[in-house]
């Protein structure tokens, strides 16, 4: 079992729609929990740390279950701007930065 | 966060030869991590650089294939040796903020295309 799996994707959205990435991670004693944005042919960049209390920052929300080991990302109102790969990483201890495989999002005019 | 300058941004090879990539911070950092990310893939972390000793890698890489240099805390460099046509890929250099909320930022990455 991969240590970070995320939705497969790709997702084919229309503008101003929302939509939901789930990830899930096999390491019950991970520590912090982020989700990345990568452009095609880019580096990938913060999008937002995720909290347990969960956390909002404008059209983005990002919720963790630690019991269910199970991280997500809902962006409302999405823009075309908004399409991109999306990376769930996961680490312990911050010794260890895992990657998830990353889900491919793109919004439609 | 940090700025993290990465050369060279691509580069084409022949097959056999060698290329060092530099990565230079704006400020010290203790954690610093050398990734490849294959086309269409996620990123996978080759080694982590360590001021002043060995670098550690990660299990399938070794260093007569990907030494590591980290003379101090805002510079390393990764020498993809003797390359072949699978060492195609994007190499990223990233570091840790090292701050109670680790987070991790990226160089712009080196696109590499063996012959």
């Known amino acids: 079992r991969k240590e970070v799996e995320q939705d497969p994707g790709p997702f084919n959205v229309p503008e101003g729609a929302t939509v939901a990435f789930n990830c899930t991670y096999s390491?019950?004693?991970?520590?912090?929990f982020f989700w990345y944005r990568q452009d095609c042919r880019k580096e990938p960049k913060l999008l937002m740390s995720?909290?347990?209390s969960g956390n909002e920052d404008g059209r983005f929300t990002a919720q963790l279950n630690r019991a269910s080991q199970y991280i997500s990302l809902l962006i409302r109102d999405s823009k075309l701007s908004d399409s991109a790969t999306y990376l769930c990483?996961?680490?312990?201890?911050?010794?260890?930065?895992?990657f998830g495989p990353g889900t491919r999002l793109s919004v439609l005019p | 966060s940090a700025v993290i300058s990465q050369k060279p941004s691509r580069d084409i090879c022949q097959r056999g030869t060698s290329l060092t990539i530099q990565c230079q911070v704006d400020?010290?950092?203790?954690?610093m991590f050398w990734y490849r990310q294959q086309p269409g893939q996620s990123l996978t972390l080759i080694a982590t650089?360590?001021?002043?000793?060995?670098?550690?890698?990660e299990s399938g890489f070794v260093i007569d294939k990907f030494p590591i240099s980290r003379p101090n805390l805002t510079f390393s460099t990764l020498t993809v040796s003797n390359m072949s046509p699978e060492d195609s890929s994007i190499y990223l250099c990233s570091v840790d903020t090292g701050v109670a909320n680790e987070k991790l930022f990226f160089g712009s990455g080196t696109q590499l295309s063996v012959l």
């Open positions: 650089a360590n001021q002043g000793s060995e670098a550690t890698y």
């Open positions: 990483v996961v680490t312990f201890y911050g010794q260890n930065f895992v």
């Open positions: 400020s010290q950092v203790t954690m």
């Open positions: 390491n019950s004693a991970s520590q912090s």
């Open positions: 995720v909290y347990s």
